[in-house]
Every structure is written in C-alpha cells, then in structure tokens.
C-alpha cells in the first residue's frame, strides 16, 4: 500500500521549483515520486449558468470553461469544491493524521507543568515523537515519563521512572498492580521499547557485545537488566 497527498501551491512558480527540487532528489534515490502536475482553477466565473450556455474544454489545463469568446472560467463550483471533485471517489485519510497529532499535543499539554517545575533543574526535552523526558538537578534522583498508548490507541497513559522505580496512571496499576507490586502492560512495553532502542543502538554502532560502560549497558542496568561479563572468558 502506498499513499498519495495532494499538496496545493498558491504560487506557480513555487510549485514548480519544488517539483524541480523532488525530481533532483528522485535522481539519487528517495521515497516519494512526482506523478503528475495539474492547474488548479482560482477564479470562476462570474456569470448565472443559463441552460444551453456554450462550455468548452481547455487545451493545455483541460479545464471545463465557460464561453471563451466572453468569460473563459470555469464555473464557482468546479474552483470551490476542485480537491472535493479530485479525490470523490476515495477516502480522505487526512483527518486521521489530524487527530493524530492532536492527541499528541494534548499528551504534551498535560505534562507541561510538570516540565516546567522548578525542580527540574535543567528542563523538560522531546527526545522522540510523544515522549517527554526529564530529568532533574544532579542531587537529586533521576525522573523521567512517557505518554503510552492504550491497546486500543484510543487514549494514552502516564509512564514515571524515578529512580528504580515504576508506575503507571492506568486503573490496572493503580487499582490492582501497584499494591502488589506488579507492572503493568504499559511499564512492561516500555521497558521493552527502551532495551530495544538501546540494543539497537549499541548494534548500529558496531558493537559486537554491550560494552558494561556503554549507555545501552547503563539503560538496562537502570531497567534492572544489568550485563554481566561471561565467566568462561576468564577460564
């Protein structure tokens, strides 16, 4: 499955450096590709549509116009509803990227006031998409928190590390896990997200093993996976 977005250009000559600029790029490689350049109308025409009106179809923009000996636009309709007209026969997934995003700011909103305490000696830092991390003035232990999503992705939960310690804002761990001293699925995926990124990491840079005084081997002492050196090396 691929996808197809439709990007409009107030400016002609705008639009066609761009394209310009992505065809440059498609030379050496990219994931996109430029699949067709249309003009999209501005103007319409003025006048009442009277039946039996002369239309005609342009040359080069191939739009339907009306006479041309005194009008040549098209008709208010086709300039208002042109994105409408390209795309009816589909389903516009835009929206969805929309409430994507917007779920994701109100993750970052929520955490905000906590960023900006005064305790938090050097601020709050995006490390990644929908991830707020902490941390705080030296003497004191380290904090950080995560917004998670639900199973579903409907909504997102809370995720704290101060120090060695977990929790979670979900009503399992706060009603049924935590007086037991147990994880949620939530610490659980993050846990296993941050050991993940930090094997990785440690992998991309070349490493045959973790080094125990890399930051991916300080990440998982932090998540109580400490490596250990293999005792047959010694034999």
Known sequence: MARVVIVSFMDNDAAER???????????????KIEALI???????PHTYRKGDPYRKTERFGWWVHDPSSCNKPQRTIVR???????????????????K???????????QEVVDKPEFATGGVITEQ??????EAPHQESYEFWMVDSSNRTKKYKVERRGDRWSCECGDYVHRRAARGEECKHIVQKKQELVANALAQTLASGDAEIDPASPAAQVLAALGRPIEKDKTEDA
Do not use: W
């Open 81 to 99: 509803d042109f994105i409408k007209n390209l795309i009816i026969c589909y389903n516009d997934l835009l929206p969805e990227i929309v409430t």
């Open 39 to 45: 003009a999209r109308p501005t103007v319409s025409c």
């Open 18 to 32: 761009f394209i310009d600029l992505t065809l440059d790029v498609q030379e050496v490689g990219s994931m996109s």
């Open 130 to 135: 929908g991830t707020i991390h902490v941390t």
């Open 101 to 111: 995003r917007a779920k994701r700011a109100e993750g970052v909103a929520e955490v």
